[in-house]
Nanobody, 113 residues
């Protein structure tokens, strides 16, 4: 079982950067594939990046080359470095184990001039 708290969102101009953090709890955190998801108003939640317990990563085409997911199993944290942000990246971002059914409150990212 993994519980998460997301932080680091905010307002940023196009082309700017943000780093999102996910603090996880649970004694079996390090066996889960973890992901960052996002959901914009009127749209489905989508998986934008994931990282396995042995550090293999996957990215949605829309963010590939701009976002980097990382994890520190000793600290029970998952991060998402977001560079070259675009207005279409605006969404609530969530961290979770891939396949999990319970979601936290997420953190709002707004990209606007």
């Amino acid at each position: 079982q993994v519980q998460v708290v997301e932080s680091g969102g905010g307002l940023v101009q196009p082309g700017g950067s943000l780093r999102l953090s996910c603090a996880a709890s649970g004694s079996i955190f390090n066996i889960y594939t973890m992901g960052w998801y996002r959901q914009a108003p009127g749209k489905q939640r989508e998986l934008v990046a994931s990282i396995t317990s042995d550090f293999n990563t996957m990215y949605a085409h829309s963010v590939k080359g701009r976002f980097t997911i990382s994890r520190d199993n000793a600290k029970n944290t998952v991060n998402l470095q977001m560079n070259s942000l675009k207005p279409e990246d605006t969404a609530v971002y969530y961290c979770n184990g891939v396949g999990a059914k319970v979601w936290g409150q997420g953190t709002q990212v707004t990209v606007s001039s």
